[in-house]
């Protein structure tokens, strides 16, 4: 599809998609983990609330700021809308689509984490500069991780881009893939550790001396952590339609025809709410790790991402 | 007619089941000895049927005897009915010192026969994957045995000898799965292809890279049982915390059976190997066990491990033996496997006597057997003259052939040879000689000592020393032949 | 590639990362049930190959498998674990990350050794023969790593595991006797263990191995 103006139509719509969805699923994962802990649910909407009372109240900025701590929510919710929008969500074949590379996603996730840990140490408390260091730390070992699923992907599809690792998956004759198993245990492994989840962080506590997110946004207020709460949901979001995009691509429209990309909304929206449903159940039965065993989770994560590589070249090399 | 064969295998599996059901009774102990007696009957006939009708089959093809074999096996149950009759007063003897109790000689008595069963089916079987199976049987059945005192120390024994044979059992079945996959190639899908017979007829065909890797993983697997270096672990800690009568016959039978897998499957690998690949890594093997045992003798404190590390050295020198190949290093190395079998079986029927005389395995508490007991004393001097090689014992001769074989084929290996000889036998003649003439105070046996046995194997190993019947060197010869 | 190939890679995948799995298992009844787990993937896989082959005697492996490592082996040992009343948590001697990397450098060896050999084969799962020989590496490292006895006898049939897998991916198992042979002496291998398991215990007060250190060279 070329920059016509229905595929940059359908490029706006796929972004207000996400906007509006993302804060939707963490609402979904929140909802769906108060059941499973027996806790009467919040509302599905109250991300919503919270982001529509942050944005109303006025920013406070800690004394001796630098323009920098005010300058980050933007960047941070900027990385996470552009990855949300090239990520092939409805159609591989999107104006933006080309540019979804997975090394590229990588390197946008991680300007994003740089430049939170960044202002979170610019303040100067102990607290912001233990979440950066901690972010930073889980960001070091999260990332080999993440680029060795990729490479097994890259394999398989023989390019980075994830539209046609997309198009093998989906659209080609059907093979089951081995190392694809593994590439998506490890994937699993790092969106949690990516998106502050159970194992590694828990998104609902302030207990000071485990959280690591929590920690980095302590001194934000007003529409600044508005931003990066929406930006936090954007992730999210942008992980699990990664995840979903690479592991189980099946719905997503290849060309432009209408009833293609109509019927991929549907679908995207039930495999999110399955998704969502998924991570929940998992974090109720999981209990949060100590700091320190979180390099042995993604050190786990790693070794299941070069599994992944090891089984594709033994067993899949001959296809 | 009844096959003689069917005997052989026979009479050790039933009489181990009857004892297992029958308990232990006044008259368990005379069958264990009347079913290895039985046993060795039938197994002498059979040599000599044999010997004088060539080699044959027996059901179909699953069982292959030849005049290697037969040779095992007929040595195989003479050291099992030596030991049974051995055993005898020396398992009453434990039992009046409370250190056994009925149900625990059942145990002993049903698993030494079937133990028996286990280490003639694997020296018979046609097929390598039974041979597999036969070999981790006989573990099994002797893993109990090893544990039979349930001391701290025999348990843990026990277990190490359960782990590191299992580990290495599982390494020698994938050797023989590899071995199997080879073979397949070569004779198609007709489930032949695990018989020795088989094998034989097509190891020129068998795909040299696949047949390498099996023999290591083989040689590694089963040489876990013969005790090579590094895998030795588990054979002083079962010799020496196991009853005596199965240190005996692991040191005299175990060690030689898993030695005979060892050679049928070089044979296979020379065939298919255009070098002298299993040759080479068997002399590094056996010159490495060698050496490391001869070096550990010189510390150990319990007689029963001194002579289980002597039972590694010599295994080392006959895998170094049959790792040189030709008809003198192979007739040298099943020479000294025979006298090694009947000396150490020997010595530890002296041992256990001189062991539950003085109420202890250490050897410094040892003293002065010449005067208790002349018989022991000198069974044991004589023994311990016999495996340090000797003259006139035969083992002086299966040395000196190996020696001067080495000498002249891989002069490299003399001087490492000669040295951990020499150091064998300082260490082990130091040890020997007080406990045999020191002072002493021990008390005297409530069962007096079956020491025929002890006289019978050294009669033997003396009289091969110097005259080896003729009969015995063409069979001998004509085995050596066989492993080419 | 076939459909039977991919399911029987697939297979091969999951069994070696069960294999994995149990490397880092802390708890024993887990790896009780991961080892049942295994038992089924391969009965499963083997069975694709009988169903791929059409050799009888496959079916039969495969339903002797799944009878003896899914369900007979892991009852008996949930019953010893009961009986015994171990249902601590199982401790690892040298840090998981550790020996995960020592595991990751087996695969990579296995992997190598096995090539040459799987290129010689034309069975139909041929692919997996290095994935064979790393899940028997695997559980020889898991009794390495081990201190406890319940989970490094996992281990030793974890690598039964291993070489069944190997002699169906080579050679599509080795012939019905011989492996009769291997699986009677696996059930008594197991009930010799259970019994040795109680001598142990009554001996020691536990079943860690780590009072099995005694005999040693001064």
């Known amino acids: 599809m070329d920059m016509s103006i229905s595929g940059l139509l359908w490029q706006l719509l796929a972004i207000v998609l996400a906007l509006a969805l993302a804060p939707l699923l963490t609402g979904w994962v929140n909802q769906c983990r108060a059941w499973l802990q027996n806790r009467s649910a919040p ?264 599994l992944g590589l090891l089984v594709r070249l033994l067993l899949e090399s001959r296809v | 007619m009844l096959d003689l064969f069917v005997l052989v295998l026979a009479i050790p599996l039933a009489s181990g089941l009857a004892l297992a059901l029958a308990g232990e009774r006044a008259w368990a102990p005379n069958l264990n000895i009347i079913a290895s007696a039985g046993t060795f009957l039938a197994s002498a006939l059979l040599t000599a049927e044999i010997v004088a009708g060539g080699p044959r089959f027996v059901f179909g093809e699953a069982f292959f005897i030849d005049s290697m074999n037969v040779f095992f096996v007929t040595l195989t149950a003479f050291v099992g009915m030596t030991t049974s009759i051995f055993s005898g007063p020396y398992m009453r003897n434990e039992r009046e010192h409370g250190r056994l109790s009925a149900p625990r000689l059942r145990l002993y008595k049903s698993m030494f026969q079937l133990f028996m069963f286990t280490m003639l089916a694997a020296l018979t079987t046609n097929n390598l994957g039974i041979l597999w199976v036969a070999m981790e049987a006989a573990t099994l059945t002797t893993v109990l045995l090893v544990s039979l005192y349930r001391t701290p120390a025999s348990l843990e024994a026990a277990w190490k000898y359960f782990i590191l044979c299992g580990v290495g059992i599982a390494q020698a079945l994938f050797g023989t799965i590899l071995l199997y996959f080879a073979a397949e190639r070569v004779l198609g899908e007709t489930g032949n292809a695990l018989l020795w017979t088989y094998l034989v007829g097509v190891k020129g065909q068998l795909d040299p890279t696949i047949m390498a890797l099996a023999f290591i993983f083989l040689l590694v697997g089963y040489g876990t049982k013969v005790g090579l270096v590094p895998l030795h672990n588990w054979l002083p800690d079962a010799h020496a915390e196991g009853p005596t009568p199965v240190s005996a016959v692991l040191s005299g039978l175990l060690l030689n059976v898993a030695l005979y897998a060892i050679l049928r499957v070089k044979v296979l690998a020379d065939g298919a190997i255009p070098s002298d690949f299993a040759g080479n890594l068997m002399m590094g093997f056996g010159l490495l066990t060698l050496v490391v045992a001869a070096f550990f003798l010189s510390r150990q404190k319990d007689i029963k491990r001194m002579f289980a590390y002597s039972s590694i050295e010599h295994m080392g020198l006959i895998t170094f033996a049959f790792g040189m190949g030709g008809a003198v290093a192979n007739f040298a190395g099943l020479l000294h496997m025979t006298l090694h079998s009947l000396t150490k079986s020997a010595i530890f029927f002296a041992v256990g006597h001189a062991a539950q005389k003085c109420g202890t395995q250490v050897m410094e508490d040892i003293r002065g057997l010449i005067r208790i007991n002349p018989v022991i004393g000198w069974g044991l001097m004589l023994g311990t003259l016999a495996i340090l090689g000797l003259p006139p014992f035969g083992v002086f001769a299966s040395e000196f052939m190996i020696l001067t074989h080495a000498m002249k084929h891989h002069p490299w290996a003399t001087p490492i040879l000669l040295l951990a000889l020499g150091v064998a036998f300082a260490s082990i003649f130091g040890k020997v000689q007080p406990m045999v003439f020191g002072e002493t105070h021990a008390q005297r046996l409530p069962h007096a000592p079956a020491i025929t046995p002890v006289f019978v194997h050294l009669a033997i190993v003396l009289m091969l020393g110097l005259w080896i019947p003729p009969y015995l060197t063409r069979w001998f010869q004509e085995a050596a032949r066989m492993l080419g | 590639m076939s459909l039977s190939t991919q399911l029987i890679n697939l297979f091969a995948a999951t069994i070696l990362l069960l294999a994995f799995a149990m490397l880092a298992q802390r708890r024993v009844l887990t790896l009780i049930n991961l080892f049942a787990l295994q038992g089924l993937t391969l009965a499963l896989s083997t069975l694709v190959v009988a169903v791929t082959t059409r050799q009888t005697h496959l079916y039969w492996s495969a339903g002797l498998t799944l009878l003896l490592k899914a369900i007979l082996l892991p009852w008996i040992l949930h019953r010893l674990v009961r009986r015994l009343e171990v249902k601590w948590d199982v401790e690892p001697l040298i840090k998981v990350p550790t020996t995960m990397l020592v595991g990751i450098v087996l695969v990579i060896i296995s992997f190598n050794v096995a090539l040459p050999i799987s290129q010689l084969s034309s069975t139909v799962s041929r692919g997996t023969l290095g994935i064979a020989l790393a899940s028997v590496m695997l559980a020889f490292l898991m009794m390495i790593t081990r201190s406890k006895a319940v989970p490094q006898v996992i281990g030793f049939l974890a690598m039964e595991n291993g070489l069944f897998l190997a002699a169906t991916s080579a050679t599509y198992g080795m012939p019905m006797v011989v492996e009769l042979g291997i699986a009677l002496d696996v059930l008594i291998g197991v009930i010799i263990l259970g019994v040795f398991f109680f001598q142990i215990r009554d001996q020691f007060d536990s079943l860690d191995i780590r009072h099995l250190e005694r005999l040693k060279e001064k």
């Open chain 1, 43 to 306: 509302p599905l909407l109250q991300p919503y609330y919270m982001l529509h009372k942050l944005f109303h109240k006025d920013v406070v900025l800690a004394h001796g700021a630098s323009p920098l701590f005010g300058f980050a929510p933007y960047v941070v919710f900027g990385c996470m809308l552009l990855a949300c929008a090239i990520i092939p969500v409805l159609s591989t074949d999107l104006p933006f689509a080309p540019s979804a590379d997975t090394i590229a996603l990588v390197g946008v996730f991680g300007l994003a984490r740089i430049f939170i840990s960044l202002a979170a140490m610019d303040i100067g408390t102990s607290f912001g500069t233990l979440g950066g260091r901690r972010e930073m730390l889980v960001g070091f070992l999260a990332e080999p991780a993440l680029l060795m699923v990729i490479f097994t992907m890259a394999m398989i599809a023989q390019s980075t881009s994830v539209a046609t690792i997309v198009e093998t998956l989906a659209h080609r004759e059907f093979v089951i893939y081995p190392s694809l198993a593994f590439a998506g245990i490890a994937f699993t492994f790092v969106s949690f550790a990516e998106n502050a989840r159970v194992p590694v962080d828990n998104p609902a506590t302030h207990l000071e001396l485990t959280m690591i997110h929590e920690a980095m946004i302590l001194e934000y207020s007003g529409r600044h952590l508005a931003l990066i709460e929406w930006a936090a949901s954007l992730k999210l979001y942008a992980y699990s339609c990664l995840g979903l995009a690479l592991f189980f691509p099946w719905g997503i429209a290849q060309g432009d025809s209408f009833a293609g990309l109509l019927l991929a909304i549907p679908v995207v929206v039930a495999k999110l709410a399955i998704g969502g449903a998924l991570l929940a159940l998992i974090e109720t039965l999981n209990a949060k790790v100590r700091i320190f065993r979180a390099p042995e989770f993604l050190g786990t994560a790693f070794l299941f991402a070069v």
